[in-house]
């Protein structure tokens, strides 16, 4: 099981970047599932998660209005379109499952810097 998370990158502040999360192994297509970040010195922190038909979503407060998580169960993918970046959004971005005790696949992350 695996899942793969793409798309980062450096890009100026204001810019925009869209993540994708490819999952192998198995389907997700009926997992909740989320975007969280690190950033150097931090905690990991949930950024966006959706719902398994992608009617739902959470977004944390430093995402609301410029982040948009969205899903392509046909595809077994999970993106993260992020717009109006701030440097405050560099980190590294994992994606993850939700499964039965918690959030419990998890990707290797992808790098986003945001340069002032």
């Known amino acids: 099981v695996q899942l793969q998370a793409s798309g980062g990158g450096l890009v100026q502040a204001g810019g925009s970047l869209r993540l994708s999360c490819a999952a192998s192994?198995?389907?997700?297509?009926?997992?909740?599932m989320g975007w969280f970040r690190q950033a150097p010195g931090k905690e990991r922190e949930r950024v966006a998660q959706?719902?398994?038909?992608?009617?739902?979503?959470y977004y944390a407060d430093s995402a609301k209005g410029r982040f948009t998580i969205s899903r392509d169960n046909a595809k077994n993918t999970v993106y993260l379109q992020m717009n109006s970046l701030k440097p405050e959004d560099t980190a590294v971005y994992y994606c993850?499952?939700?499964?039965?005790?918690?959030?419990?696949?998890w990707g290797q992350g992808t790098l986003v810097t945001v340069s002032s």
């Open positions: 959706i719902n398994w038909s992608g009617s739902s979503a």
């Open positions: 192994g198995r389907t997700f297509s009926r997992n909740v």
């Open positions: 993850s499952a939700y499964g039965s005790t918690g959030w419990d696949y």
